[in-house]
């Protein structure tokens, strides 16, 4: 069974940094995009930043020069490296991989449970 896991949430204070990680695991034939993605109260889940398996890039506006993702193939993980961070960044922060599974003939969206980040000021 394939799964996604965050690692690395926590509580910072503004202008500080934070790294998440993401682990697929199981049976994981190919994965092609993952990214990251963030919820924050009373808002609706929205995009941070995408990561396709050749390297390119993709991130909103708002973390644009203070976040970076990264990814380890070898390892199926991705990596937000997040830094200035600013109080209205305060949320939980989704995992998300578009990946087939070796038991399938089909690639999917699986996601991670979400791990949370709050920044004080």
């Known amino acids: 069974q394939v799964q996604l896991v965050e690692s690395g949430g926590g509580a910072v204070q503004a202008g500080g940094s934070l790294t998440l990680a993401c682990a697929a695991s199981g049976s994981i034939a190919n994965i092609n995009r993952m990214g990251w993605y963030r919820q924050a109260p009373g808002k609706q889940r929205e995009l941070v930043a995408t990561i396709t398996s050749g390297g390119s890039t993709n991130y909103a506006d708002s973390v644009k020069g203070r976040f970076t993702i990264s990814r380890d193939n070898a390892k199926n993980t991705v990596y937000l490296q997040m830094n200035s961070l600013k109080p209205e960044g305060t949320a939980v922060f989704y995992c998300?991989?578009?990946?087939?599974?070796?038991?399938?003939?089909?690639?999917?969206?699986?996601w991670g449970q979400g791990t949370q980040v709050t920044v004080s000021s």
């Open positions: 998300n991989a578009n990946l087939r599974a070796s038991s399938s003939d089909y690639f999917r969206v699986y």
